[in-house]
């Protein structure tokens, strides 16, 4: 008999072939490696060429140095919520973000389990705990949206719980937005074949084995429900006052420079440099639901 599916293994339909991808064999399979920089319609070919992407980068980093500046003298508060695919990318941007900024005023919020306590509190609670003060430019990786995807997917909230959590997450983000919190809201998306790829890469890396969580591996599976899942998150929490900007991220140079551009963009901070910042490439960003819709 040929070899079964298991927990950590996922069958895919390839050119109306059964392709069946075992993680644990630490040869990548040739044609998700020729699948995985296009998959999901990717509109690029290959990366963004190094030293294009170091030269951006370094001019972006500088003027989030002055955002940080401008935060120190104004107030000013500044909240940005990176979800998505697992393994799109979402640490990598962060940390791109952050590079150069004052670590004193410039958090990164990843949360753990909730505890027995927060699990008996409002929900949100544990997270707005931790927004900004004056000042400060803090960043979410991951945030109250594992209600919309991971929770519902694992069975870890009920139908009930998640369907609420849609009704109310606009009602309660609108709350910091009316209160001065500038909010930035990113979905980093990849494809299929990317995402195995990665996750290959992690499973079989000494340095890097341990981003491979077993919520990762159970996950192998699922990849429709939470396709559902986040077109369901986009569709009820994509508002005016908060807006999602999504990000394909199966080229992780071209994801961080746009998710910075974006933060800039949006921000009036001052000794703003526009030529600098330049233009958003439409081709990688686009915005709620209708990133989907075709």
């Not at 991220?249 to 746009?258: E, G, H, Q, S, V």
Request: glycine share 6%.
């Amino acid at each position: 008999m040929g070899k079964q599916k298991d927990s950590r293994a996922v069958e895919l339909d390839v050119d109306g072939k059964k392709r069946l991808f075992d993680i644990d064999d630490p040869n990548l399979p040739d044609w998700i490696e020729d699948r995985a920089f296009g998959s999901d319609n990717y509109p690029y070919d290959k990366k963004l060429d190094r030293k294009k992407y170091e030269k951006a980068l370094e001019e972006l980093q500088i003027e989030l140095v002055k955002v940080q500046t401008w935060l120190a003298d104004t107030g000013n508060r500044v909240m940005a919520v990176f979800e998505g695919r697992d393994a799109a990318g979402k640490g990598g941007s962060i940390n791109a973000t952050r590079a150069y900024m004052n670590p004193r005023s410039a958090r990164v919020v990843a949360l753990p389990k909730p505890t027995e306590t927060e699990r008996g509190q409002w929900y949100y609670q544990r997270y707005v705990d931790h927004f900004p003060t004056s000042g400060e430019f803090v960043m979410f990786d991951r945030s109250w949206y594992n209600r919309a995807g991971v929770e519902p997917v694992m069975g870890f909230c009920t139908p009930d719980q998640h369907a609420h959590f849609l009704e109310e997450t606009p009602h309660f983000e609108r709350m910091p937005v009316k209160a001065g919190i500038h909010l930035f809201k990113f979905w980093l998306n990849i494809g299929q074949e990317m995402q195995l790829k990665r996750f290959h890469d992690r499973r079989h890396s000494k340095l890097k084995h341990w981003k491979l969580s077993p919520m990762d591996i159970a996950s192998l599976n699922k990849w429709d429900d939470y396709t559902e899942k986040r077109n369901l998150l986009l569709m009820a929490t994509h508002s005016e006052i908060a807006p999602w900007t999504v990000v394909r991220a199966n080229d992780k140079r071209r994801a961080r420079i746009n998710v910075i551009r974006t933060v800039l963009s949006g921000l009036p901070y001052a000794g703003k440099n526009e030529s600098v910042i330049g233009e958003i490439d439409k081709n990688v960003v686009d915005h709620g639901p209708d990133a989907f819709s075709s």
